[in-house]
């Protein structure tokens, strides 16, 4: 194949991260990696996959994967890994890596500045901010200059919301905070830029009513459910996911965190109306990504 050929695929990953680079850079520094393998019982030898590795796994299994790291460099002093890179690994891997990037919002106007060159330069899609890591409120006025260029650019905008295994069972947490992540700080966003597309990152815990209530009253405001095995989501996420939310519901793993293969092995006991699953599993990541026309 050459270039993403929807129509051959049978899923849409929206949520997948690169967390090693061949550069020899990480997303996270060591401390924060460890509580997150621990936390999510994945053995840390195992868990950090090339980008090329990423690109075999979703090949073998004829699905796509949006990809990126975290820019948190500010908070952490840790250097992410390149967005250049994950870009590079789209180019060179089409049919199965949608690029996304990430920038600190603490770069200000020179982030706005990057966020135009990667989507003019190398055909990024969209951006994550992970508030909790990058120490930031969605609706920080100094933040808006990064939502601005989203905007102008046409790119999406990935917040994380909720829990976060980042730093969970370190001292402290790794000196993470949670209060950054409650949705409806990205109402706020929503409602300051209407034709900027978002993505609410995970069931929401413990904010899981005010996500949805966010994703219903506000047009281009999705909710993708990575993070979290399916057995384990709200009833109400369900309930949403089956009516008022079918055509903005989006599936999404974390990966490495999560395969796609333990995800799709939960996902096909919950009771989903039979025609809402290719709706999440593909239809509306399509749409949002622009690969269908409506």
Request: net charge negative.
């Amino acid at each position: 194949m050459t270039g993403l050929d929807v129509g051959a695929l049978t899923a849409i990953d929206m949520h997948t991260h690169a967390e090693v680079s061949s550069r020899g850079r990480g997303s996270l520094s060591a401390e924060l990696e460890e509580a997150s393998s621990t936390y999510f019982k994945v053995d840390g030898r195992h868990r950090r996959p090339t980008l090329p590795e990423i690109a075999a796994h979703y090949r073998e299994r004829r699905m796509a994967c949006v990809v990126f790291t975290v820019d948190a460099e500010a908070a952490t002093g840790t250097p992410p890994v390149p967005n250049e890179e994950i870009a590079e690994a789209a180019a060179e891997n089409p049919d199965v890596i949608i690029p996304f990037a990430s920038i600190d919002p603490a770069k200000g106007k020179a982030g706005a500045k990057e966020v135009h060159r990667l989507v003019r330069d190398f055909g990024v899609k969209g951006f994550k901010f992970h508030p909790n890591v990058q120490a930031f409120y969605p609706n920080d006025r100094a933040a808006y200059v990064l939502c601005e260029a989203l905007q102008e650019a046409g790119a999406i905008a990935v917040f994380h919301t909720g829990q976060t295994g980042i730093g969970a069972g370190a001292p402290g947490g790794g000196g993470i905070r949670l209060k950054y992540s409650n949705p409806l700080y990205v109402d706020d966003v929503a409602a300051d830029f209407p034709d900027l597309s978002i993505v609410l990152a995970h069931p929401s815990f413990p904010w899981q009513d005010e996500a949805l209530s966010v994703a219903t009253h506000k047009p281009r405001v999705h909710i993708d459910l990575s993070g979290w095995s399916p057995k384990y989501f709200p009833p109400q996420l369900v309930q949403y996911a089956n009516t008022l939310l079918k055509d903005k519901v989006l599936f999404g793993t974390d990966y490495p965190l999560l395969t796609p293969d333990r995800w799709l092995k939960d996902f096909a006991a919950l009771p989903v109306k039979d025609e809402v699953r290719p709706l999440i599993l593909k239809e509306n990541a399509a749409r949002l990504l622009g690969f269908t026309e409506h």
